[in-house]
């Protein structure tokens, strides 16, 4: 115990920042916890409400204070917008990346920090060592260093992951020791202010329709679409295009002609990329000397793969060691050297 920390916990509602704050209570240290709303809207399908009573009641049960805050005008302003401005341009932007960078780790820091604490505490599943630098969680299927590459070692050196150490069923068997009211909530999945939502459904109210062609490299027309924004790449599901042989993948599109490119089979070589550029390149200690090798994750469910980082006209090339699929415009693709997590780029 250090009794000169005062740890802020972003407690959501659920079970995993619960037994962040019943770790660190238990452990002595002084613990205050914060409910951020980051939405206005509030259904069936986003439940803000119900996660701030679920809050309620875990920190009554802990015995530390709750305080909540609404961070909506900031997350639509530098998180959402930015999903919407990513979509027009025909990319894929990742939304719980920037939440963490712009909201949990800069405004929700700053005001926890400016009402007296001295560290961030969240449930994310990850590792801060000695160093302060970021390494995976010890549960592999639950580590979510991926989403924290944008940290540098200063803002790593005033936050906690009780987590990390811990696998989720683990996490589970403790709520459920400590009799915390949320030890059997399901897990919220996909992005929060979308919910059980269709994502085209949702983003339409803030995208125009724009009528557009299905396309083969050659150009072949297979069927029309409401617009280009609404598909990524190796996308098959909605694409509705039927005819003999293999299902239909994205493979690329022209935002300005409102394309959508197609070809068939889950493994055709146009969705398969040797090599591709980052931008927007974030390292968590210093610098690496280039060119660097390393694994690659280019997206979070996706197993790290061996490549070469080097830089070519001011920005980086990332060769992989075996061609990639679906390689996506937007998506953060991040390195690792083993358990540590060096930073990442925005794939070009």
Same mark, same amino acid.
């Given at each position: 115990m250090s009794e000169e %920390?005062? /740890?802020?916990?972003?407690?959501?509602?659920?079970?995993?920042?619960?037994?962040? =704050?019943?770790? +660190?209570?238990?452990?002595?240290?002084?613990?205050?916890?914060?409910?951020?709303?980051?939405?206005?809207?509030?259904?069936?399908?986003?439940?803000?409400?119900?996660?701030?009573?679920?809050?309620?009641?875990?920190?009554?049960?802990?015995?530390?204070?709750?305080?909540?805050?609404?961070?909506?005008?900031?997350?639509?302003?530098?998180?959402?917008?930015?999903?919407?401005?990513?979509?027009?341009?025909?990319?894929?932007?990742?939304?719980?990346?920037?939440?963490? %960078?712009? /909201?949990?780790?800069?405004?929700?820091?700053?005001?926890?920090?400016?009402?007296? =604490?001295?560290? +961030?505490?969240?449930?994310?599943?990850?590792?801060?060592n000695k160093d302060f630098l970021l390494e995976r969680g010890v549960d592999k299927n639950k580590d979510q260093s991926y989403f924290l590459y944008t940290l540098n070692q200063d803002i790593l050196r005033q936050t906690l992951f009780p987590l990390g150490g811990y696998t989720k069923p683990k996490i589970r068997e403790i709520a459920e020791l400590a009799k915390l009211p949320v030890f059997n909530k399901k897990d919220s999945t996909g992005i929060c202010f979308i919910g059980k939502r269709n994502f085209g459904d949702f983003v339409s109210k803030y995208l125009p329709p724009a009528k557009g062609t299905f396309r083969t490299s050659c150009g072949k027309i297979l069927g029309t679409h409401k617009g280009a924004w609404?598909?990524?790449?190796?996308?098959?599901?909605?694409?509705?295009?039927?005819?003999?042989?293999?299902?239909?993948?994205?493979?690329?599109k022209d935002i300005k002609e409102h394309i959508v490119y197609v070809a068939q089979g889950e493994n055709n070589k146009e969705l398969f990329k040797k090599s591709t550029v980052g931008t927007d390149e974030t390292w968590i200690g210093d610098?690496?000397?280039?060119?660097?090798?390393?694994?690659?994750?280019?997206?979070?469910?996706?197993?790290?793969?061996?490549?070469?980082?080097?830089?070519?006209?001011?920005?980086?090339?990332?060769?992989?060691?075996?061609?990639?699929?679906a390689v996506t415009p937007d998506q953060s693709m991040v390195f690792y050297d083993g358990d540590l997590c060096l930073g990442g780029a925005l794939i070009k």
């Open positions: %920390k005062v /740890i802020a916990v972003g407690l959501s509602g659920g079970v995993d920042s619960a037994v962040t =704050a019943y770790l +660190l209570k238990k452990e002595g240290y002084k613990v205050i916890a914060f409910f951020m709303k980051n939405w206005e809207e509030d259904d069936e399908n986003c439940p803000a409400e119900q996660d701030y009573l679920d809050a309620l009641a875990v920190s009554e049960k802990i015995g530390i204070p709750l305080y909540s805050f609404n961070f909506s005008k900031e997350y639509f302003d530098d998180v959402f917008q930015d999903l919407i401005d990513g979509l027009k341009r025909g990319t894929t932007p990742n939304p719980d990346i920037l939440c963490n %960078k712009e /909201i949990k780790f800069s405004v929700f820091m700053k005001k926890a920090l400016s009402l007296g =604490a001295t560290h +961030l505490a969240t449930g994310h599943y990850a590792r801060i609404f598909y990524t790449i190796g996308q098959r599901k909605g694409l509705c295009i039927g005819g003999p042989g293999d299902a239909w993948y994205v493979v690329g610098a690496p000397k280039l060119p660097l090798r390393c694994t690659v994750k280019i997206r979070y469910r996706s197993p790290d793969v061996p490549c070469t980082v080097s830089r070519e006209g001011g920005e980086l090339k990332i060769e992989f060691d075996d061609p990639q699929r």
